[in-house]
């Protein structure tokens, strides 16, 4: 197979990568940087000049659509709210405008989206057709996964996963928000009882790779393991997991939105989120439990 990702050198699509390549995969990049990844054949793309290098959709059987600026990298301002909607909207158009005219189209593409999509509703569980949110997040992620839509109208088969909070010691939630964990002040955000819905790194990177080989697969799905906990038990079991003290108090709701303005919104929400759907579709998880994903995961690190 050969697959062609957007995003590629990224948290979630170097991971996507590796297991590409140590499975004989040919994987080209879309990248607007310099970065290079050995074995890997990167093409230049620039979303504001609306300029891409055809020739990374040669031969390519799938599209692994990662692109976008990360939603929780910087505080919400004017300007960077058009690049978390211009790096998600543009490209995802430029992508459908090239790849219409090819005269030999992909046959899949798997695209990224968010869990942030939906409303905040406490520990009510959540599944695919829940009703969606009106906020900046979840009009963003409506808007992102209408463009990615479009693909069906050019015969693409089209499958959407809606992820979670990705457990990874290279990036993402436990790099930031758990960051403090690591030097003994491991502590609950808010009230602590918000639903958190998450995701191991390699079962991620797995169920995309899934996704794009599995033809019976299409439209949304929750990529989320099956069994949230609360912020109150992660940052308990990351601190147990670090062998590190938890008894901080709390931070309280008001100075995570004094820290973090509007973005205090996503950091606060509580999503219980659902994945019986992609679990009928056969998708097994690694990582169901919360300690044997941490432990996974930081004793790779040691």
Known sequence: ??????????????????????????????????????????????????????????????????????????????????????SRIKSTKLLYESVKNLADKPKVIVAASAIGIYRN?????????????????????????????????????????????????????????AAPAKFGFASALGNGKMITSWIHIEDLANLFI????????????????????????????????LNKPFFMPNVPSFILKIIFGEMAAVILMSQNISSSKIEKTGFKFEFEDIKNALKNIYNTKK
Request: glycine share 8%; net charge negative; hydrophobic share 35%.
């Open 1 to 86: 197979m050969k697959y062609l990702i957007t995003g590629g050198s990224g948290l979630v699509g170097n991971d996507i990568t590796k297991i590409l390549l140590a499975n004989k995969n040919e994987v080209n990049w879309l990248t607007n940087s310099n970065k290079n990844k050995e074995q890997v054949h990167s093409f230049k793309w620039n979303i504001y000049d609306y300029t891409i290098d055809l020739q990374c959709f040669k031969n390519v059987d799938t599209i692994i659509h990662l692109a976008g600026a990360g939603v929780a990298d910087k505080n919400w301002t004017a300007e960077r709210k058009k690049e978390l909607i211009d």
């Open 121 to 177: 509703e406490g520990d009510k569980l959540l599944d695919e057709e829940s009703e969606k949110g009106n906020d900046f997040l979840a009009t963003l992620t409506k808007d992102w996964e209408k463009e990615v839509d479009e693909f069906e109208k050019i015969g693409v088969r089209v499958v959407k996963l809606r992820i979670g909070i990705v457990l990874s010691d290279n990036g993402g939630y436990l790099k930031k928000v």
């Open 210 to 241: 899934y996704a794009a080989n599995n033809e019976n697969m299409k439209g949304e799905y929750n990529a989320v393991a099956p069994n949230p906990i609360t912020n109150f038990e992660i940052t308990k079991q990351i601190a147990l997991a």
